[in-house]
């Protein structure tokens, strides 16, 4: 069924008193609803792209971010990423690519392998144990950290933090210990926040 086309801004005017639309009158309707138009696709588009940023799950972010590449790609080479990208309310301390750079030579390309020009491959034990050591489960923010927590992450070993001032230092395994550099990067299924070191034995 095709619908008369009614001008909407007379449409609100009785039948009696309306004018037939001349050629003048449709070409200012026209660029009316055109300006209206081009500003609700901008309004739209403005907000796409902030529920985008928002949508974004953890693996996503730290793919994102190049500080996090080695840890990114350990996370790739022991295919976690997907199961990341699927959890629920987790938080992530991931260690910065300075931080990660600390680690011996032999032991970083068994745990966070380059992603290109590199023949090993990330050891099936150990590296996904050592990514796991940063994660654990519900999102907590750097408000409720700074009071004191103490935690066991997805691999199974202990993580406490507790606040010195403004700086949160986070504590893993065998008393390895590292400083929040960055905290509070959101993601949608949790919350990420960068560290000075790894927190392996």
């Known amino acids: 069924m095709k619908l008369p086309f009614v001008n909407p801004l007379v449409q609100h005017i009785p039948a009696a008193h309306r004018e037939p639309m001349g050629r003048m009158d449709i070409m200012k309707f026209c660029s009316t609803f055109?300006?209206?138009?081009l500003g609700m696709a901008a309004f739209a588009g403005l907000h796409a792209s902030e529920a985008s940023a928002q949508q974004k799950n953890c693996i996503d972010v730290l793919a994102g971010n190049k500080q996090f590449s080695r840890f990114v790609n350990g996370i790739v080479h022991t295919h976690l990423s997907n199961q990341m990208r699927n959890a629920n309310e987790i938080t992530i301390f991931a260690?910065?690519?300075?931080a990660v750079g600390h680690i011996n030579q032999v032991l970083l390309d068994r745990l966070f392998p380059m992603e290109e020009g590199n023949s090993?491959?990330?050891?099936?034990?150990?590296?996904?144990?050592?990514?796991g050591a940063h994660i654990v489960q519900g999102k907590h923010s750097r408000e409720q950290l700074r009071h004191?927590?103490?935690?066991?992450?997805?691999?199974?070993t202990p993580l406490s933090v507790q606040?010195?001032?403004?700086?949160?230092?986070?504590q893993g395994a065998?008393?390895?210990e590292a400083r929040v550099t960055q905290a509070d990067i959101q993601?949608?299924?949790g919350v990420i926040h960068a560290i000075d070191a790894p927190l392996l034995r």
């Not at 491959?121 to 144990?129: E, F, H, I, N, T």
């Open 34 to 37: 055109r300006v209206l138009a």
């Open 95 to 98: 260690p910065t690519n300075d």
């Open 120 to 131: 090993r491959q990330a050891d099936p034990v150990l590296a996904p144990a050592a990514v």
């Open 148 to 156: 004191g927590a103490n935690f066991t992450t997805v691999s199974g």
């Open 163 to 170: 606040a010195t001032g403004d700086t949160l230092r986070v």
């Open 174 to 176: 065998g008393g390895t």
């Open 187 to 189: 993601c949608s299924n």
